[in-house]
């Protein structure tokens, strides 16, 4: 088993100068790629078995992917990528009617809480109505999953400049299905921190920590965005909670200033164990914006699904101009 900390800085890490449109393609390819290759250990637990299972070593995506339809986290991010490409702005129920059409079309790994809101929302509740219903429903615990992180890393892309449209912009991807306050700042923490990286600056935790804060993010949030300093097993903590939408932005928080790897370090977060998809698929695109498409392995490129399209809409949110 590698060495997670090895190349690891625990204050600010070097920057990497490297065009935008990389950075971009790095980070939504490193999330499918990702996606793809913590998919067959989502379910397995303890983290031991995971070890035993793969013999340690997890560096190669299943052939059967390349003709698979996209996993939930690929495909809900590829959805709001869509949506900013065309648009240049979310809006609640134009992406509430996407994420309908991708449910129906595929539908694959579905989070539960993500079905029941759009199960309202097909059924003509209002989606601010339908979201905000179903987290009064399942409550604060339950409702905190963490589809609405990696669904809402396009953002960080199309808004990289302008950290204020990054937060009213992911609050909308975030509270289409996750009203839960914990999901929509865990969510905009992660894209500012995301946002400092392909602005090719250091991530300092303390700071985004306070910037978050001063905004009216929940004390946990904070908190934990101070914690991602810890060694990552320290906050995934063996699977316990696994889909906790925190746990979820820790993980990228911890990515984003690792300088291992790409290899290395979804190695790493998957061997944890946990929702080893979703953790590797933010930890991918962490490791994308900080190393570009070069950092991405080739052979992980070709082993997915339309990749062509997913650099495609890369280039298209890197490429466009957002008005403030």
């Known amino acids: 088993m590698p060495d997670p900390y090895k190349g690891y800085l625990w204050g600010m890490t070097d920057t990497i100068e490297l065009p935008l449109i990389s950075r971009a ?28 299972l793969s013999g340690g070593t997890v560096r190669e995506i299943l052939d059967t992917e390349k003709n698979s339809l996209w996993d939930d986290d690929t495909a809900q991010a590829m959805v709001v990528a869509e949506s900013l490409a065309e648009t240049d702005r979310l809006g609640l129920d134009d992406l509430a009617a996407r ?39 399942l409550g604060r615990n339950w409702s905190a999953n963490n589809a609405a992180v990696v669904r809402s890393l396009p953002v960080a ?17 975030a509270k289409v299905t996750h009203w839960n306050p914990l999901c929509v700042w865990s969510a905009i923490a992660l894209n500012l921190g995301v946002a400092t990286i392909l602005r ?15 905004q009216g993010a929940p004390e946990p949030v904070c908190d934990a965005i101070r914690g991602s300093r810890a060694p990552l097993s320290m906050f995934l903590l063996d699977g316990k909670a696994k889909s906790y939408t925190v746990k ?7 990515a984003l200033r690792n300088e291992a790897s790409m290899e290395d370090v979804l190695e790493v977060v998957i061997l944890e164990g946990g929702d080893t998809d979703t953790n ?8 994308g914006a900080r190393r570009g498409r070069a950092g991405v392995p080739d052979r992980w490129i070709k082993a997915i699904r339309a990749s062509a399209k997913i650099e495609a809409l890369a280039n298209r949110l890197a490429g466009s101009k957002s008005d403030s």
């Open 25 to 52: 393609q790095g980070c939504l390819l490193g999330l499918a790629c990702g996606n793809a290759l913590g998919l067959p250990f989502e379910n397995v637990w303890p983290a031991t078995e995971i070890f035993r």
């Open 99 to 137: 994420l309908n059409v991708w449910r129906h079309q595929n539908g694959r790994g579905i989070p539960t809480l993500v079905e029941r809101v759009l199960d309202e929302v097909e059924g003509e509740v209002p989606v601010e109505e339908a979201s905000e219903e179903v987290f009064q429903r």
């Open 157 to 173: 892309i199309k808004f990289y400049q302008d950290p204020q449209r990054i937060v009213s912009q992911t609050a909308i991807s």
């Open 200 to 214: 090719d600056e250091p991530l300092l935790l303390d700071a985004l920590a306070e910037e978050v804060h001063l």
């Open 248 to 254: 979820a932005m820790q993980v990228g928080l911890w």
């Open 280 to 287: 590797a698929a933010i930890a991918g695109a962490a490791i």
